[in-house]
C-alpha cells in the first residue's frame, strides 16, 4: 500500500496474468482497506506506563503544513474536479462490461476459505470463460499471429521465388478505386483510436487529479481537521493528549496548580462541614448510647427507668443529617471533593494512563496514512508520476497515432500513383504495357515497416486490456466494502477479524469506509474495551465514567441545591425543630419508668395504693408516669408526648397526705418516709423508688462524651472563636491529620461520665453547639460558593473536562468515506481504470487499422510487383536489345 514510486508497480501490474493478478491485488487492495479501519483499533494492548516517543514530530507538523499548501494547489479547480467525479458515475458498468457483467472475482472470494482455494478457484471459474479471454487475451494472440505473418511474408519483399501464386493480374480503376477506399477507412479507424486515445489518456489523468486532490484533503483533515465533516485533526488530538498526559503528570502544572489553590481556598467549608457534622453525630450517639437511653446503677443493677426523649429526637437528628448532607452547602463539598480527588496523585496517574493509551491506534492511524499518503504530500514522486504518466501516454500515443498516419499517407500516395495510366510503348504496344515502379515501392514500404506499429499497439493494448480484468474486479469488490463483506473474504485474503478486534474493524469499515452509519460517526462510539465484567465499553463511556461523569455530577447538584446559597441552615425545617426540641425541654423530664416496672408485681402495692397515686389527677398520678426531674414539666414540640411529665415533688406531695416523707436524700428533691412500720406494703416501696431517683440524680453512670484538641485537652465547639482578619477559627476541636498543603480534619472523641444534672445541660447545650457549627457552616458557604461554583468548574472545563470532551466530540470519521468515496473509486476505480481501458482500447484499434492499412498495401504491391516482373520478361524477350528505350536495362 505505501508504494513510494508508483509508476513500476503500474507497468508490472499491465504484465499480470488475469487470475494471479486478481488474488495478489484483490489481496493487497482490500487488506489496505482493512488496514484503515485496524488502524483506527490497534495499540490497546500496549502498556500504559512504559515510555513513549512524542504523539507529534516536526515531520508530522511539516507535513500538515505541505498538505495544505498541496491541496491549495491540487484542489484549486474544485468546479472542474465535481464535474469529473459526476463523470465517472458510469464507470461502474464499465467495470461490469469487462467482467462479463459480474464479478466472479468477489463471488470466489466469498466462496473460498483460505488465500490458496481462492487462487484455485480463481483458476477454475475463469478458463471456461471464453468471452472474456477473447475480449481480453485476443489483441496478444493477434499480435504475434501478425508477428509470425509478418516474417513469413517479408521475405517476398526481397525475394521472387518466396512469392507463391505469381501471375499477372488485370485490375481496372474500379479496383483501384476500392483499395482507396479501403485505405479512407483504415483512415477513419485511425482517427477514431486517436479521439479515443486521447478521451482515454484525459479520464486517466483527470482520475489521477481527483486521486492527488483527495489525497491531499485527506491528508491536510487527518492531520489538521475540518469543519465539514467536523473532525478535531489528529495532530490537535495528539497534542491535547500530549498536554493533558504532562499537565496530568507534572505537580507543578498549570491544570494542577490553578486547581490545587482552588481547593485549597475553600478548604474552611469542608473544616465547618466536617465539625457540623461530628457535632451531629456525637449527640446521636449520646442519644444511642445505652448508659444514657436505659441508664443503670454503677453496681450494675437495673434501674427500670428509660430516656424517652432520647427516642424522640432519634428522627429529628436523622433529618438533621439529611439536610446537612443534601443541601446547597453538602453539594459544594461534594464538588469540591470531586475535584480534590480527580487532581490527586493516584487518580491523576489512572487517568494520565488512560490519557497516554488512548492515542496509541490514533498514532497507529496516523503512521499509516503519512505512510501511505505522504509521499504524493511530501515529495515530489507523484507528481513525477503523473508527469510520467502524462508524458508516457501522449508520447506513445503521438508515435503510434503518427506512425499510423505516415503509413496511411504512404500508402494513399501509393494508390494515388496506381491510378495513373501505365507507361505504354507506342511501338510494342500489343507487346506489352510497362507499368510504372514507384507505387509498388510505396507499397512494399508501407507493408514492410508497419510491423513497428502493429505490433506494439495490439501488445501493449492487449496487456492492458488483461489488466483491466483484475483492476475491474478489486474495484467493484472495494465499491461494495462494508462490515458484512470484509467478514464473508476475510477467510479468502487471509485476514483474521474474529473477536473483539474483527468487530471493530467491521464496524469502521461499515461507519467509516463505507458509510452506513450516522452522516458523520465518531471513532470514540467505536472502539471499545472490555470492563472487569467482560462487557463492552466504548472509549467515550470509558472516559466519561471515569473523568466527566462524576464532575458533570458534582456541579449538577451544586446546580440543583443552589436555592440553598444563602447557607442558612439553622432556618431550615429539621434543623430548627431539633435544637427547638433540645432547648425546650429538660431531658431528665423525660427519665421515666419503663413498662416493665409498670407490670413488675413488686411494685403493684406502690402503683395500686390511693396513698402513693391518684387516680382523679389529670393526667392520673403514680410512680409509673413520674419522671426523675424534681418538677413537673410539660412536653414542648414532642410528637407523642402531649401529657404531664410528673415530677419527684408532686409523688412526694401527694404521699404527705397519707405519712410524712421528711426524710431528704443528699440535699435533692428525694425524700423518704423515716419508718414504715405503722404502714402498708406501698410505703417500704415507695421508699426504694425514691432510692431508684437518688441514684438516677445522684450518680455518674451517664456518658457525657466530649471532644479533644491536638493537645488532648478537652474541648467544647460552642467555645470557637473566630478571628476577623484571618478567617479562621481557634478551640474548634478540628484536627488536621494530613499537611498544610492538603489538611484532612478529624475529631477525636473523650469518653466521658456525668451526673443527671449534668447530662442535662450537656444536652440543653447541644442546641448551641449545632447552632454554632451551623453558623460557621453558613459563612463558609457564603464566603466559598462562587469559587466552588464558578471558578473551580471554570477551572475544570477549562483544564480537563472541556479538551476530553473535544477530543470525545471531534474525533469523527466521516471524512474517510468521503476520501474513500472521491479518491479510491470515483478517481481511481471509476475515472482512471475506465480511461486506461479506453487508452487500450485505442490502441488496440490502432493497431487493426494499421493491419488494415497494411493488408491493402500488401495486396496493392504484389499485383503491381507481379505484374511489372511477369511483363518485364515478355518485354525483354519480344523487344531487340537496340530498339529498347534507353534505361530498360
Not at 272 to 285: N, Q, R
Not at 321 to 341: C, H, I, N, W, Y
Request: aromatic content about 6%; hydrophobic content about 40%.
Amino acid at each position: 500500500a505505501g508504494f513510494s514510486n508508483p509508476a513500476p508497480h503500474f507497468f508490472i501490474l499491465c504484465e499480470t496474468a488475469p487470475t494471479a493478478a486478481a488474488a495478489s491485488t484483490m489481496r493487497r487492495q482490500m487488506t489496505l482497506v482493512a488496514g484503515i479501519a485496524l488502524s483506527a483499533v490497534t495499540g490497546f494492548a500496549a502498556a500504559t506506563g512504559s515510555d513513549t516517543p512524542a504523539m507529534i514530530t516536526a515531520e508530522d507538523v511539516a507535513l500538515a503544513e505541505k498538505a495544505a499548501e498541496k491541496k491549495e494547489a491540487y484542489c484549486a479547480d474544485s468546479a472542474g474536479i465535481d464535474m469529473v467525479v459526476e463523470g465517472g458515475k458510469d464507470g461502474r458498468e464499465t467495470l461490469l462490461d469487462v467482467l462479463g457483467g459480474d464479478n466472479f472475482v468477489l463471488d470466489d472470494l466469498k466462496a473460498s476459505s483460505s488465500p490458496e482455494e481462492f487462487s484455485e478457484k480463481l483458476n477454475e471459474n475463469a478458463a471456461p470463460d471464453v468471452a472474456m479471454v477473447l475480449t481480453s487475451g485476443l489483441p496478444i494472440i493477434l499480435s504475434f499471429f501478425v508477428l509470425i505473418c509478418w516474417c513469413s511474408c517479408c521475405w517476398s519483399a526481397c525475394c521472387r521465388c518466396c512469392r507463391c501464386c505469381e501471375k499477372r493480374r488485370k485490375v481496372g480503376c474500379m479496383c483501384k478505386s476500392l483499395f482507396g477506399l479501403c485505405i479512407i477507412a483504415g483512415l477513419a479507424l485511425i482517427i477514431y483510436s486517436l479521439m479515443l486515445s486521447f478521451g482515454g489518456h484525459s479520464k486517466f489523468v483527470d482520475g489521477l487529479h481527483v486521486i492527488s486532490c483527495s489525497s491531499a484533503e485527506m491528508i491536510s483533515t487527518s492531520l489538521s481537521g475540518s469543519e465539514d465533516p467536523r473532525f478535531i485533526g489528529l495532530l490537535p488530538v495528539l497534542e491535547t493528549f500530549d498536554n493533558l498526559s504532562s499537565n496530568l503528570r507534572n505537580n507543578e502544572s498549570s491544570l494542577v496548580r490553578d486547581l490545587e489553590g482552588l481547593v485549597r481556598e475553600t478548604d474552611t467549608i469542608v473544616s465547618a462541614t466536617v465539625l457540623s457534622t461530628e457535632v451531629l453525630a456525637l449527640f446521636a450517639d449520646m442519644m444511642a448510647e445505652p448508659a444514657n437511653l436505659n441508664p443503670g446503677s454503677s453496681a450494675g443493677r437495673d434501674l427500670q427507668h428509660r430516656c424517652t426523649l432520647c427516642e424522640h429526637l432519634n428522627e429529628p437528628l436523622l433529618d438533621a443529617k439529611d439536610t446537612l448532607s443534601s443541601g446547597f452547602q453538602a453539594a459544594l463539598v461534594d464538588a469540591r471533593a470531586e475535584v480534590d480527588k480527580q487532581i490527586g496523585w493516584e487518580r491523576r496517574s489512572d487517568l494520565a494512563d488512560q490519557v497516554d493509551a488512548a492515542p496509541e491506534p490514533l498514532k497507529e492511524l496516523k503512521e499509516q496514512l503519512t505512510t501511505v499518503f505522504g509521499p504524493i504530500i511530501d515529495s515530489d514522486g507523484f507528481e513525477q508520476f503523473k508527469s510520467h504518466t502524462d508524458t508516457s501516454l501522449i508520447v506513445l500515443a503521438s508515435v503510434l497515432s503518427g506512425s499510423a498516419f505516415i503509413y496511411w499517407l504512404v500508402s494513399i500516395v501509393s494508390c494515388c500513383c496506381w491510378l495513373l495510366p501505365p507507361k505504354r510503348s507506342d511501338e510494342f504496344a500489343e507487346v506489352v504495357t510497362l507499368h510504372r515502379r514507384p507505387p509498388a515501392w510505396c507499397s512494399l514500404c508501407g507493408w514492410y515497416c508497419s510491423i513497428c506499429c502493429i505490433w506494439p499497439a495490439l501488445f501493449v493494448g492487449g496487456l492492458c486490456l488483461v489488466a483491466t480484468v483484475p483492476l475491474s474486479a478489486v474495484c467493484l469488490t472495494l465499491d461494495a466494502v462494508d462490515g458484512d463483506l470484509l467478514d464473508q473474504i476475510s477467510p479468502g485474503l487471509g485476514l483474521n477479524i474474529t473477536g473483539d478486534q474483527g468487530d471493530q474493524i467491521k464496524a469502521i469499515a461499515d461507519n467509516c469506509i463505507a458509510g452506513n452509519g450516522p452522516e458523520n460517526p465518531n471513532l470514540m462510539d467505536l472502539i471499545f474495551v472490555r470492563n472487569e465484567t467482560g462487557d463492552k465499553v466504548t472509549l467515550r463511556e470509558q472516559f466519561e465514567r471515569t473523568a466527566l461523569a462524576p464532575i458533570d455530577a458534582a456541579f449538577e447538584r451544586v446546580d440543583a441545591a443552589e436555592g440553598g446559597s444563602s447557607g442558612d441552615l439553622k432556618s431550615t425545617p429539621a434543623m430548627a425543630k431539633l435544637t427547638a426540641m433540645v432547648s425546650s425541654n429538660d431531658i431528665d423530664a423525660f427519665i421515666l419508668p419503663t413498662s416493665a416496672f409498670g407490670s413488675d408485681t413488686s411494685w403493684q402495692a406502690l402503683l395500686t395504693s390511693p396513698s402513693t397515686s391518684d387516680t382523679a389527677m389529670v393526667p392520673p398520678l403514680s410512680a409509673k408516669v413520674t419522671s426523675t426531674k424534681c418538677a413537673d414539666r410539660r412536653p414542648v414540640g414532642v410528637d407523642g408526648a402531649d401529657g404531664m411529665l410528673y415530677g419527684i415533688e408532686t409523688l412526694r406531695d401527694h404521699v404527705d397526705e397519707t405519712f410524712s416523707a421528711t426524710l431528704q436524700l443528699g440535699g435533692t428533691c428525694v425524700y423518704q418516709v423515716p419508718d414504715c412500720a405503722a404502714h402498708g406494703p406501698e410505703c417500704s416501696q415507695f421508699n426504694d423508688f425514691m432510692e431508684i431517683k437518688y441514684d438516677l440524680l445522684m450518680e455518674r453512670f451517664y456518658r457525657c462524651d466530649v471532644l479533644e484538641d491536638e493537645a488532648g485537652r478537652e474541648c467544647d465547639p460552642k467555645d470557637m472563636v473566630l478571628d476577623p482578619n484571618s478567617g479562621t477559627y481557634s478551640s474548634d476541636c478540628l484536627i488536621n491529620q494530613g499537611s498544610l498543603e492538603r489538611p484532612t480534619w478529624v475529631v477525636r472523641r473523650r469518653q466521658k461520665n456525668c451526673t443527671l444534672s449534668e447530662f442535662a445541660e450537656y444536652i440543653t447545650q447541644m442546641a448551641t453547639r449545632i447552632n454554632v457549627t451551623l453558623d460557621r457552616v453558613g459563612e463558609s458557604v457564603n464566603r466559598t460558593a462562587t469559587t466552588i461554583s464558578v471558578r473551580m468548574r471554570s477551572a475544570m472545563e477549562y483544564h480537563l473536562v472541556g479538551p476530553l470532551e473535544s477530543l470525545l466530540d471531534g474525533l469523527s470519521c466521516g471524512f474517510i468515506a468521503n476520501f474513500y468515496q472521491r479518491a479510491v473509486l470515483d478517481g481511481f476505480c471509476f475515472t482512471s481504470v475506465p480511461g486506461f481501458l479506453q487508452l487500450a482500447q485505442a490502441l488496440v484499434i490502432m493497431g487493426i487499422a494499421v493491419l488494415w492499412v497494411a493488408s491493402v498495401d500488401y495486396i496493392m504491391w504484389r499485383v503491381q510487383v507481379d505484374n511489372i516482373h511477369l511483363e518485364m520478361e515478355v518485354y525483354l524477350v519480344s523487344v531487340p536489345s537496340k530498339k529498347r528505350p534507353s534505361g530498360t536495362e
